[in-house]
């Protein structure tokens, strides 16, 4: 028999779903912090970072799920299609952001 481990998830697997639960939260409060630091200095890229706030937590929650014994193909690929877009956006908000002079700079090197 292996002696008890010291690590707290295998007490309580539990934990490990919480904790994926609360880093897709703080990962929401944190782009809407910088959603609403964006508004002050452009608005489009601003109302983008704004508007992936809500998908972002409620992906968290989608993925924070008690899992059942069969696999969850489904649900990962959610997940992995809403990374991407956010992913997506963050880089259009980006590029939006510089204004079109260096975004036509960039294009054009």
């Not at 880093?23 to 944190?30: D, E, F, S, Y």
């Amino acid at each position: 028999m292996p002696p008890p481990s010291d690590d707290p998830e295998d007490v309580d697997p539990g934990l490990a779903r919480e904790r994926t639960r609360l880093a897709w939260t703080r990962t929401a409060i944190a782009f809407a912090a910088v959603g609403a630091a964006m508004l002050r200095r452009e608005l489009i890229p601003g109302l983008i970072v704004l508007a992936t706030t809500p998908l972002i937590w409620a992906v968290g929650q989608f993925a924070g799920h008690k899992p059942r014994s069969e696999p969850r193909p489904r649900q990962l690929l959610v997940v992995t299609v809403t990374v991407t877009a956010v992913a997506a956006m963050a880089v259009i908000a980006a590029l939006l952001g510089h204004g079109t002079a260096s975004l036509h700079q960039l294009l054009h090197v």
